[in-house]
C-alpha cells in the first residue's frame, strides 16, 4: 500500500508549493491534488517540506498553532485549528533581512508564545499539565503568509504550506504564568499607529493554554511531541491584517493595565 508520503498527489503538491516558494509567485490551491479536509495527506506535504529545509541546513526551533481564533477561522473560512513549524531563519530581527524566508503575500497577527522548560511527551496533556511545563510566557507577532495565490485556502492548503507560516518576532518581557492567566489577556494591535485587530486570551481555543494543550496532544500523536526549549505560538487573539514593507506594527497585551508589548518593523528583503 503506498503510505501518504509517497502518493503521487503528495509528492504533486508538495512540488508545486516548493515552486512557489523559490520563484515568489504564488501558485494555484493544493485542494484540487489532496481535497479539501485530507488531514493526513496535508500534513504529509507540510513534513516534506519540513525535510527539505532541515536538508538545507534550517533549524526547527519550536511550533507554530493556526487558526484558533474564530475571528481568524471566518476571515478562510475553516472551523479547526492547524500547526506548522517554526525555523530559526523564520524569527526577526535576529535573523537579517536577506536570509529569511522570502514573504508573498503577509499578513500579521498577535498572539502569545511559550517557552518550554520541559518535554511535553507523557499521557497527561491537558492546560493544566502543560502549564507546568511553560518556562514563560512572551508577546508575541506572527507574520502569516501563503504560497496559494490570493490566500485562497481551504485546510488542506493551509496545513500543506506549513500553516501559512511566514515570519515571527517576540517580545523582551518574559511573563511567569504564576503572575497571570493567558485567558485573562486582552490585545490591541495597530499598523502604523492604526488600530488593526482587537482580541482576548479567550478567544484562542478559550484559553492559549488549551490550544497548547491541543496542540501537544496532536503532536505527540504524530510521533514528534514538543521538547524542552521550544517555542510555541499558541495562535492569533484576534484577526489578521495585511501587512506591507516599511509597516510598523505594534501589539500591547493588558491584564488590568498594560503588561506587555511587542514591535516590529518590516525591512524589506535585500
Not at 137 to 161: G, K, Q, Y
Not at 170 to 195: I, N, Q, S, Y
Request: one cysteine or more.
Amino acid at each position: 500500500m503506498t503510505s501518504p508520503t509517497d502518493a503521487p498527489a503528495v509528492l504533486t503538491a508538495a512540488q508545486r508549493l516548493l515552486n512557489a516558494t523559490t520563484t515568489g509567485i504564488p501558485c494555484a490551491p493544493i485542494r484540487d491534488l489532496l481535497g479539501r479536509e485530507d488531514v493526513a495527506a496535508a500534513y504529509a506535504v507540510q513534513n516534506i517540506g519540513t525535510r527539505r529545509r532541515k536538508a538545507a541546513g534550517a533549524r526547527v526551533v519550536g511550533r507554530k498553532i493556526g487558526l484558533t481564533s474564530p475571528a481568524v477561522q471566518r476571515q478562510l473560512g475553516v472551523d479547526q485549528p492547524d500547526f506548522g513549524v517554526l525555523f530559526a531563519d523564520m524569527q526577526v530581527p535576529q535573523t537579517a533581512p536577506g536570509r529569511r524566508p522570502a514573504l508573498l503575500q503577509p499578513k500579521v497577527e498577535a498572539e502569545l508564545a511559550f517557552v518550554l522548560d520541559h518535554d511535553l511527551d507523557h499521557d497527561a496533556l491537558d492546560a493544566r499539565t502543560v502549564r507546568a511545563a511553560v518556562g514563560h510566557a512572551v508577546p508575541a507577532l506572527e507574520i502569516v503568509d501563503s504560497r496559494i495565490a490570493h490566500w485562497d485556502i481551504s485546510f488542506a492548503d493551509t496545513v500543506a504550506d506549513n500553516a501559512s507560516g511566514g515570519w515571527f518576532t517576540l517580545g523582551r518581557e518574559r511573563l511567569a504564568l504564576t503572575d497571570f492567566e493567558p485567558r485573562d489577556l486582552t490585545m490591541r494591535m495597530t499598523v502604523d499607529d492604526a488600530l488593526v485587530s482587537e482580541g482576548s486570551g479567550a478567544d484562542c481555543l478559550g484559553d492559549p493554554l488549551e490550544a497548547l494543550a491541543w496542540l501537544a496532544r496532536t503532536a505527540r500523536e504524530f510521533g514528534d511531541p514538543l521538547r524542552a526549549g521550544d517555542i510555541v505560538l499558541s495562535g492569533a487573539l484576534g484577526p489578521m491584517a495585511p501587512l506591507a514593507p516599511g509597516a510598523r506594527v505594534r501589539a500591547e497585551f493588558y491584564l488590568d493595565t498594560l503588561v506587555s508589548t511587542v514591535d516590529f518593523s518590516w525591512e524589506p528583503r535585500a
